[in-house]
Each structure stands twice: as structure tokens, then as C-alpha cells.
């Protein structure tokens, strides 16, 4: 759909009252959730008695080959453990604002390996895909030894633990990722000093993510004289997002539509904080124009027409919702990191209440 000659001009005094959306990127406004912290038992004395026997179970559990547990079904999620390096206390402590972790011992490591050779599941992820080097590599020796048939004097057992329990421990499994593992150091250097990370293997996001849109404005209006095709029986959403140039790249202005439905309103309210985290647009080529240096478009498809179907950008479309929420969860915008709700943020945007 195109709009009519003077329709932006309109769009452009409404916009007055909302002037501060694109000030509120300027004040790192990035609707944010409060994070929690590591474990609730952080300032919680580490008991190394217990942690130890535990370990040992698991120990006892690879000398008798006994592989019926899953291994997440054994990490212990240690993270207060007297067994840390000083060097590695403050890396920890940054990684703790982006996310909750685990350290995993060379004990539970060799648990993994060897119940994902038994039960001939993928042992892929043996080596830290950011270093590419095995981890505790020089434990594949003793792993030989426990796992040996003949029946070894207790003193030889005890010696083969305390060796891999008294080992450094320098891995780390992060909370949302199933079973990706990485050396404390490695996960360090891939952060850097950012806020935020990709998973290396599932690019599943970490943080909050903040992109490098120019600034700009986004309003929301609904409208009762146009419909969605295939949504007829409600209002419509139209979204106007304006980017005025800078220096070295030209703006845009650009409007969608969205059904003023449930879902309509959810979308609207992801768009909203996509837009606050600077996600939405960024300056690069233009794929139908080929201009460069140009504000174009950052991965979060819009609607831009009211009808047409998907091949002309338009409604109806059944996946779309799917995928425009595929599309924000892979920028880490979903529901869970963000400090209200989604619809709450729509409503309020609709009604100016972000001057």
C-alpha cells in the first residue's frame, strides 16, 4: 500500500507527542528485566564435604560403567566452589550479569563422554568450539584406568580421584544451552566488554543485545478505515518508523500494519522494544535499491502492505506471527528478558505514554 501524497506530513505532527521514543534510546531505555542472581544461595558457605561425596557417586558410577543417567541429570551445578582459580573469580563475576552458569568438574566431563559413547549419542561437543581443544585432555589417561575391568586395590581408586578431584576446574555449561560447554577463559575473550553473547553453537543470545540503529522515531496509531486482509472483523495497527539522514547515510520512512488483535498487540509490543534496543533498522545496502549506505531494514520482516499475501509483503499470511516472533527471539527480544508485559508496552505506545 502506498501512502498518499501529504499522509507523512499528518504522520509527522502526530509524532510530535512521541518525539521521546527515539530519546529513549539515547537513555538506554532497553526495557530490560532485573536480573536475578547466579544461584540464591550465592553468599551460601560452599560445603566441600558434600560436594566431594557427591562427586565421588559419579566417580563410582564411571568405575562400574554404570551409564543409565542422563548427564544432565548429574551436574551438580556447582558455582560457589573453593576450587576456582582466583584469575577466574572476576570473569565469573561478569558472566554472572549476563546469565546464569555451572562449572562442570573433569569428573562429570568424563561422565558425559563416556555415557554418550555407551548410549551412542552425539559426543560431538567434546572439544570448547571456541579454542577447539578437548577439555581436561590429559584426564584420558585415568578415564582408561577407572573404567578397567580388573578390580583395583583401594588405595589405587583413591588416588585416581583425589587426581581428577583436585584438578582445576576451568569449564563451564551455561544455563539455556542443553549441553554446550566452554573454557571459562574462551567464553571470557568471546564476550569481551560487551553486555551480551551468541552461543557459538545454537546461537542461542545471552544478555541484552543493543544494535547499532541510527536514531529515529516509531509511532503507532490504529485506524478503522483499513483492514487487514483476512482480518476484517478488526481494526488496524499502522506503525510509522522515520529516520531522518546523518552523517554518511541517508534515512528512510517506512509503515506497517499489524491486525489490532491479541497477537497484533504482542507483536506490537516486541516491535516496540526490538525498535528501544536499536534492532530494527541499520545503515548498509539496500537489496531493492542498491543503494548504500542507506537505513534499511535489520532482519524483522514487516508487514507493509494491508493485502497481497506474503509474495507482496502483505496479508493474509498464516505463519507470519510465527515467524516475526522467530524473527525477534533470534535478537534475543521475547518475553522473558524484558521488564513488563509485552502488551503493556503496545497499549502505551498506542496511547503516547512514552513522552
Not at 498518499?4 to 530490560?32: A, F
Not at 543485545?209 to 499502522?238: F, R, W
Not at 535499491?289 to 535489520?298: K, L, R
Request: hydrophobic share 25%.
Amino acid at each position: 500500500m502506498k501512502i498518499k501524497p501529504g499522509k507523512r506530513k499528518v504522520h509527522q505532527k502526530k509524532q510530535k507527542k512521541s518525539s521521546s521514543i527515539s530519546e529513549n534510546n539515547e537513555n538506554k531505555n532497553y526495557h530490560i528485566k532485573k536480573k536475578q542472581n547466579n544461584i540464591e544461595e550465592e553468599n551460601v558457605k560452599f560445603d566441600e564435604k558434600l560436594y566431594k561425596a557427591e562427586l565421588r557417586e559419579i566417580y563410582e558410577l564411571i568405575r562400574n560403567k554404570k551409564y543409565e543417567k542422563k548427564p544432565n541429570d548429574i551436574y551438580l551445578n556447582s558455582v560457589n566452589n573453593i576450587l576456582i582459580n582466583d584469575k577466574y573469580k572476576k570473569i565469573l563475576e561478569k558472566i554472572s550479569n549476563i546469565t546464569q552458569y555451572s562449572l562442570i568438574s573433569s569428573i562429570e566431563l568424563i561422565y558425559k563422554f563416556n555415557y554418550e559413547k555407551t548410549n551412542k549419542t552425539s559426543n560431538e561437543l567434546d572439544k570448547c568450539s571456541i579454542c577447539q581443544y578437548n577439555f581436561y585432555e590429559e584426564d584420558e589417561d585415568i578415564n582408561n584406568k577407572i573404567e578397567k575391568k580388573e578390580k583395583k586395590i583401594e588405595q589405587e581408586k583413591s588416588s585416581d580421584f583425589d587426581k581428577l578431584y583436585n584438578k582445576e576446574i576451568n569449564v563451564i555449561l551455561l544455563k539455556n544451552c542443553h549441553d554446550h560447554f566452554f573454557h571459562i577463559e574462551c567464553l571470557d575473550l568471546l564476550i569481551g566488554d560487551k553486555n551480551s553473547f551468541k552461543c557459538p553453537n545454537c546461537s542461542k543470545i545471552y544478555g541484552i543485545l543493543i544494535g547499532d540503529q541510527p536514531k529515529g522515531t516509531m509511532y503507532a496509531h490504529i485506524s478503522s478505515n483499513m483492514h487487514c486482509s483476512g482480518y476484517e472483523d478488526c481494526d488496524t495497527i499502522v506503525i510509522d518508523y522515520d529516520f531522518p539522514s546523518g552523517k554518511g547515510y541517508s534515512g528512510t520512512y517506512r509503515t506497517a500494519f499489524l491486525p489490532n488483535n491479541e497477537e497484533g498487540k504482542e507483536v506490537l509490543g516486541l516491535l516496540k522494544v526490538c525498535f528501544d534496543r536499536k534492532l530494527t533498522f541499520t545503515v548498509g545496502t539496500s537489496v531493492t535499491t542498491g543503494v548504500s549506505n542507506t537505513t534499511v531494514w535489520n532482519g524483522v520482516h514487516h508487514k507493509t502492505n494491508l493485502y497481497g499475501g506474503s509474495t507482496h509483503f502483505g496479508y493474509p499470511d498464516k505463519t507470519y506471527f510465527n515467524r516475526i516472533k522467530e524473527e525477534l527471539a533470534s535478537k534475543g527480544v521475547i518475553q522473558d528478558n524484558i521488564d513488563e508485559d509485552v502488551t503493556k508496552i503496545a497499549d502505551d505506545l498506542l496511547n503516547n505514554q512514552y513522552d
